[in-house]
């Protein structure tokens, strides 16, 4: 439900994380262990 001028945007599963989870995936300072924890995100 939304106001009659609201648009809406798709966002990937992928962008959400990116976004939601900045600060925690920013925090993890092996890539390798960054990575696999966006990974596990993503698949959440």
Known sequence: ??????EFGAI??????R???KREL????????QEGEFRRLVDD
């Not at 439900?1 to 609201?6: D, L």
């Not at 990937?12 to 994380?17: D, H, N, T």
């Not at 920013?26 to 262990?33: N, Q, Y």
């Open 26 to 33: 920013d925090a993890i300072e092996d890539p390798v262990e």
């Open 19 to 21: 976004l939601g989870y």
């Open 1 to 6: 439900m939304a106001w009659p001028t609201a």
């Open 12 to 17: 990937g599963p992928e962008g959400a994380v």
